[in-house]
């Protein structure tokens, strides 16, 4: 509950903090500006990340190989699109390191060790709906 809180609360205010000081130190229209382009430029990366790894996966499948890793890549692009969306510049670099694949390599190494914690201590907790 605390963890969603800091989500949905903190980091809002953080981004808005961190807009307002921008905002003071290169003037209102910049920052404006900023933020805009660095969305346009996410959907663009956003979109040719993700066609880039939906090939990859139909390759795959027509080889017969099960496309694991290419999931935990679209779950990161789709995760890294809807950050970049989302307005402030925190956000922003959160997601551009999400599709690009250099750094998304990195993210995804860090994940699944964390995931395979969580699994070996048995700690995993999932929901199912049916």
């Not at 190989?65 to 809807?82: M, R, W």
């Not at 997601?95 to 995804?108: A, D, E």
């Amino acid at each position: 509950m605390l963890k969603l809180f800091l989500l949905f609360t903190l980091l809002p205010l953080i981004e808005l903090w961190v807009l307002i000081e921008l905002g003071r130190w290169i003037g209102t229209w910049p920052t404006i500006f900023l933020v805009a382009s660095t969305g346009f430029a996410g959907v663009l990366l956003a979109k040719s990340q993700g066609l880039f790894v939906l090939r990859k996966m139909w390759a795959d499948l027509e080889q017969g190989i099960i496309p694991g890793d290419k999931i935990f890549d679209g779950v990161c692009i789709l995760l890294g699109g809807a950050l970049l969306l989302t307005p402030g510049l925190l956000t922003d670099l959160s997601g551009f390191c999400l599709l690009i694949p250099f750094t998304r390599r990195r993210i995804k190494s860090t994940l699944r060790r964390y995931l395979q914690r969580k699994l070996d201590s048995g700690s995993l907790n999932t929901w199912r709906r049916w």
